[in-house]
């Protein structure tokens, strides 16, 4: 995945552990609701996966995934990237909110590379 810095490695795990976090609380908000999960579901698995992806690349933490898993997740991340895109570009320059969405997006992309690289070995 080319040289990538250890603040940048540090700031893309953070911001994957964020996600996740984020997606586990819709998670439980929609369960209490009584809201279809399915799609949070599938996110959070492959937000997980993708987080694994980083950390088996970057700390060789050992990969527990089928070529399958790998592939429908970067496939669900794929997905998430357009409205974290657009979510971004509406967002003010300078702005936490801003930042946030722009590691998100770094950490996202660094991930379907760390699938990419995986899945065509």
């Given at each position: 995945m080319g040289d990538v810095?250890?603040?940048?490695?540090?700031?893309?795990?953070?911001?994957?552990?964020?996600?996740?976090?984020?997606?586990?609380?819709?998670?439980?908000?929609?369960?209490?609701?009584?809201?279809?999960?399915?799609l949070v579901k599938k996110r959070l698995h492959a937000v997980?996966?993708?987080?694994a992806m980083l950390e088996h690349v970057w700390n060789q933490s050992p990969?527990?995934?089928?070529?399958?898993?790998?592939?429908?997740a970067r496939k669900v991340i794929t997905g998430l990237l357009p409205s974290i895109e657009n979510s971004y570009v509406k967002s003010k320059t300078g702005s936490p909110q801003r930042?946030?969405?722009?590691?998100?997006?770094?950490?996202?992309?660094?991930s379907i590379q760390a699938i990419d690289e995986i899945v065509t070995k």
């Open positions: 810095s250890n603040l940048s490695k540090i700031e893309s795990i953070k911001s994957m552990k964020s996600t996740i976090n984020k997606l586990e609380n819709a998670l439980s908000q929609m369960t209490n609701n009584g809201a279809n999960t399915t997980y996966i993708g987080l990969l527990h995934y089928t070529q399958e898993d790998l592939t429908e930042t946030l969405l722009e590691r998100r997006i770094k950490a996202l992309e660094q």
